[in-house]
């Protein structure tokens, strides 16, 4: 069993900047892929970004690659998205997720654990 807990969300201007934070239990975190997913009011769940145990890949979805960056420290079983150039458009509650592989993946239902998710939004 895995426990994901994220923090770091809020409210920020456009062209602000958050971290958000994704702290894991169990022995076994180094192992796992994590991933960062969001869901908008009225849409559907979508992919953010994902890292692989060794933070050696990396992905993205386009509407955010080259403003956020995924990144985990082992060492204290987080996983974190940086989160820069934020548009109104991100708004939404954005969860992590974790799953028994090497590599991240891009369907939610690749994920077999979930956070509860923190809310992010960003004003115009």
């Known amino acids: 069993q895995v426990e994901l807990v994220e923090s770091g969300g809020g409210v920020v201007q456009a062209g602000g900047s958050l971290r958000l934070s994704c702290a894991a239990s169990?022995?076994?975190?180094?192992?796992?892929?994590m991933g960062w997913f969001r869901q908008a009011p009225g849409k559907e769940r979508e992919f953010v970004s994902a890292?692989?145990?060794?933070?050696?890949?990396?992905n993205y979805a386009d509407s955010v690659r080259g403003r956020f960056t995924i990144s985990r420290d082992n060492s204290k079983n987080t996983v974190y998205l940086q989160m820069n150039n934020l548009k109104p458009e991100d708004t939404a509650v954005y969860y992590c997720?974790?799953?028994?592989?090497?590599?991240?993946?891009?369907?939610?239902?690749?994920?077999?654990?979930w956070g509860q998710g923190t809310q992010v939004t960003v004003s115009s």
């Open positions: 997720a974790t799953r028994r592989s090497a590599s991240g993946a891009v369907g939610a239902a690749a994920y077999d654990y």
């Open positions: 169990g022995r076994t975190f180094s192992r796992y892929a």
């Open positions: 890292i692989g145990w060794s933070s050696g890949r990396t």
